[in-house]
């Protein structure tokens, strides 16, 4: 599984409102796209879709290359929230119904789970205390959708829950050349949430650096 973010230099993933999409350059939109072609499937949390409008598809020239490797011609689009309060027709470009899947929890209201399933597939998946358990979503992907790659883009609690439970193995961070300020939840970092376990337990391995315009472009194992 691997994360795919962006920051300022002064370790912003967002700007205030929660959105991303301003940070990176031209150049980090078409490593997102890459990335993306090379995914079975993306996956991004119910905040960072509520936060913006967001468009997961490839173009069609990264299309053709998925087909010729025998691959469906998009990435499977993947939403994880336990409310169901997902804009998905407002806020989601791209794909259509059947490529898009939201997992859920069974004691969503009948009334939300009948809207969702209009505009997306949804399965429910056994709650862990109060949240969704994403290593079982992890399996789930793999073993009913035949998910080998899975991209996720965020947001911040996300990510934090992800390598929390040990469920990352690459990280791409872009470094963009900009100060944005602020502080608080509404400009959190690309993790957000309590302070992980010693830091030699989660000490990434740099695996290559390039640089484009002033614009630092990262790969970490983890």
Known sequence: MVINMVSSLDGKATTNGGKAGSIGSPVDH?????????AD???IGASTLRAE????????DLVHARVSQGRERQ???VFVSRSGDLPLEENLL???RE????????????ERLAALSRLASVETLPAKKDSIDLSTVLEVLKTRHGVDVLLVEGGPSLNYSLVRDGLVDEL??????KMTGGQGPSFPGILSGPALPPVTD????LLSVHVSHDELFLRYHI
């Open 30 to 38: 078409l490593l997102m796209r890459s990335l993306r072609s090379r």
């Open 99 to 110: 490529n898009r899947l939201v997992l859920t929890v069974p004691s969503l209201p009948a």
């Open 75 to 77: 990435p499977l689009a």
């Open 94 to 96: 791209g794909p259509s």
């Open 41 to 43: 499937a993306v996956m």
């Open 202 to 205: 989660f000490a990434p391995d």
């Open 172 to 177: 791409f961070l872009t470094l963009a050349p």
């Open 53 to 60: 409008k967001l468009n997961l598809a490839i173009p069609e």
